[in-house]
Every structure is written in C-alpha cells, then in structure tokens.
C-alpha cells in the first residue's frame, strides 16, 4: 500500500505564503513524478506543477512566477512554496506521484487526500 499525506495547508491573508508538503510512504520502490494540483468550489481540478525525480520543473503558464515545487527524494517528499497568495488560489491542493511499489508490476498514479488552502481578501 501506498499513502500521499499533504500538510501545511490553512488560512493566509492576500499577500501571504505558504509551504505544502506532501510525504509518500509504503511499500515504495520507486518514485518518478511528482506534482501538486488543485480544485476550486465548482472548478475543475487543475495542474499547479510538476517536478521529474531529477529534478526537472514543469508549471502551466498560469502558475509561474509565485509557485515553486521541489522534492527531497531522500524523504519522498514534496514540496510548494507558494508566494503572494491571492483569493483565487483559494482550493483544495492535491499531491500526485508516479510510484513503483514492490508489490505491483509497473508504474501506477497516487493522489493524497488533499489540503484546503484558503486565502482572504
């Protein structure tokens, strides 16, 4: 079994920050791509970042410049700085993996149970 665990969400006026982490742990052999996506109220979920297992980002032209993703491998973890947080950043951030376990053949997608972001006006 494999779990994605987001933390560091919470409420943050306009103008704030604040760093999601996202940890893997199980049975994990493997990990290669790892990301942050997120959902508004009454929106689709959408991609924030992406990052490779060497450590090549990737940003949706709409996320650049305020969000950065990293990843420590040591610790399967990964993380988002977001700066200079807007309203409409408001959603429910989600962490994705592409993980190899021991126990199943092949490359197989993980998603985490997700963490509420919320910033005021």
């Known amino acids: 079994q494999v779990q994605l665990v987001e933390s560091g969400g919470g409420l943050v006026q306009a103008g704030g920050s604040l760093r999601l982490s996202c940890v893997a742990s199980?049975?994990?052999?493997?990990?290669?791509?790892m990301g942050w996506y997120r959902q508004a109220p009454g929106k689709q979920r959408e991609l924030v970042a992406t990052?490779?297992?060497?450590?090549?980002?990737n940003y949706p032209d709409s996320m650049k410049g305020r969000f950065t993703i990293s990843r420590d491998n040591a610790k399967n973890t990964v993380y988002l700085q977001m700066n200079s947080l807007k309203p409409e950043d408001t959603a429910v951030y989600y962490c994705n993996a592409e993980i190899r376990t021991y126990t199943r053949y092949g490359w197989s997608g993980y998603w985490g149970q997700g963490t509420q972001v919320t910033v005021s006006s």
């Open positions: 199980g049975s994990i052999a493997s990990i290669n791509a």
């Open positions: 990052i490779t297992s060497i450590g090549t980002t």
